[in-house]
């Protein structure tokens, strides 16, 4: 509340929150629709690898040639980052590798860095946000985007003395949707690939989206920022809105969790395929306790849809507005220094696991690929089995088979000695070394 009024005051004040976008695609594109009608904001610096691209998806979501004058392009995100006309970087280039790199160049020239790039905080998030704080900057989650939506109901939740039960968000799954390939993937949203090929649609990365490898990495951000535990596995049961409360809510209850505070995906469709009623494939949830009975007796006074026991209910929010939204981040961390969710701890890891039968020799082709999808597990697991994070697990060589379903570990592969990997590695052996303490 009263960001817009804050933002009115800096506009009139003439001190704008100078933002800087690194990545224009349609994450960026959509922020920058809005970016431009929004007071007390101005975009001075737009990276992306082609400049010329960059400039014309400002000029495709309405920006005029006057206002473009004001607007310096490069193609470099250091370059953005290094420079003297930016207060807050967006780094929207959906690259683990890069958004560590991004990171760490805010933190050196002291740059607040809002992340769209959820690739980078499952695979590295932690240590980053911790470099950030030591740094006296402001690492956050991108508003608009699930993950941070999804802290937002928890911390709304617990701000009203509630006990959070589960929080995730809604999808569109199914088992067989783990092998699904780039080349498999268009039948399953009803696209022919003919009609793919016209829109100009990515067919690894809408594959990500279905093969479960986005969900387990938006979930790994929200238990890192939460402190909600991660189930081994998603078990994405078939829910819509009206059953939140009894089917998110503990075994020993009657409901589907393993663990009493845990983040968890539900399907918007039934195992048979058939629709469910009323999903939430759009949108985010959290379930939470009354924790007394006078709380129970408030819930059904008010109307509010429980489990059969009435220890239970729900909120949810249907929708999720990508980068329309994003400006929430940007004012959030421009006027009061807050993230809107940033990692707590490291609950959460999501490891390379096989599509089908690798042999040594294969390459795996990362998120959204032929080869691996994304498994979410708690972080403690994924390290005792020497788990492969899955953002790490793009054009390496397997050295030994891996059988269908089963995790791709450290030692099965031929990994580089790259930054990324570095500072992966360093998360390993500090954040574990911090909970032995």
């Not at 009657?254 to 009323?278: N, T, Y």
Request: net charge neutral; charged share 20%.
């Amino acid at each position: 509340m009263n960001l817009h009024a804050l933002l009115q005051r800096r506009q009139a004040d003439g001190k704008p929150i100078r933002v800087g976008l690194i990545g224009a695609g349609k994450f960026g594109s959509m922020y920058l629709s809005q970016a431009r009608r929004t007071a007390g904001i101005r975009l001075t610096t737009v990276a992306d690898l082609s400049p010329a691209r960059a400039r014309e998806a400002l000029a495709r979501v309405g920006w005029t040639e006057a206002e473009l004058h004001d607007v310096r392009f490069v193609e470099s995100g250091a370059e953005l980052i290094a420079g003297d006309r930016v207060d807050i970087v967006i780094d929207a280039t959906g690259s683990p590798a890069a958004g560590i790199a991004h990171v760490l160049a805010c933190c050196r020239h002291g740059k607040h860095v809002v992340m769209v790039n959820v690739e980078a905080d499952a695979l590295a998030g932690p240590l980053l946000a911790r470099k950030a704080q030591e740094a006296g900057i402001v690492y956050s989650l991108a508003y608009g985007d699930q993950p941070a939506l999804i802290c937002e109901m928890v911390d709304w939740a617990r701000a009203a003395g509630f006990e959070v039960i589960a929080a995730g968000k809604g999808t569109k799954y199914l088992p067989e949707y783990h092998a699904s390939t780039p080349d498999t993937v268009w039948p399953y949203y009803g696209i022919t690939p003919e009609n793919a090929r016209l829109g100009g649609l990515n067919a690894q990365m809408f594959n990500s989206f279905l093969d479960g490898t986005k969900s387990a990495i938006e979930m790994a951000a929200v238990a890192n920022a939460t402190g909600l535990a991660a189930p081994s596995g998603l078990g994405f049961p078939a829910c819509g809105v009206d059953d939140l409360a009894r089917v998110l809510r503990p075994r020993a209850d009657g409901g589907m969790l393993a663990h009493r505070g845990q983040v968890e995906v539900i399907s918007s469709v039934e195992r048979d395929g058939r629709p469910v009623f009323r999903d939430l494939r759009w949108g985010v949830y959290v379930t939470f306790a009354a924790g007394s009975d006078y709380v129970e007796r408030c819930f059904k006074e008010y109307g509010l849809v429980t489990d059969p026991s009435g220890q239970y209910t729900a909120m949810y929010k249907p929708y999720h507005l990508i980068g329309l939204e994003l400006g929430i981040s940007v004012a959030s961390v421009g006027l009061r220094g807050e993230p809107t969710g940033a990692p707590v701890a490291f609950n959460a890891d999501v490891v390379a696991t096989a599509k089908r039968a690798l042999k040594a020799g294969d390459m795996l082709d990362g998120e959204g690929g032929f080869t691996v999808y994304g498994k979410l597990l708690p972080a403690s697991e994924s390290l005792r089995l020497g788990g492969l994070p899955l953002g790490l697990a793009h054009k390496v060589k397997l050295k030994h088979a891996v059988a269908a379903g089963q995790p791709v570990r450290w030692q099965d592969v031929e990994i580089d000695d790259s930054p990324a990997v570095r500072f992966r590695r360093e998360m390993e052996a500090t954040l574990v070394a911090a909970r032995a303490a």
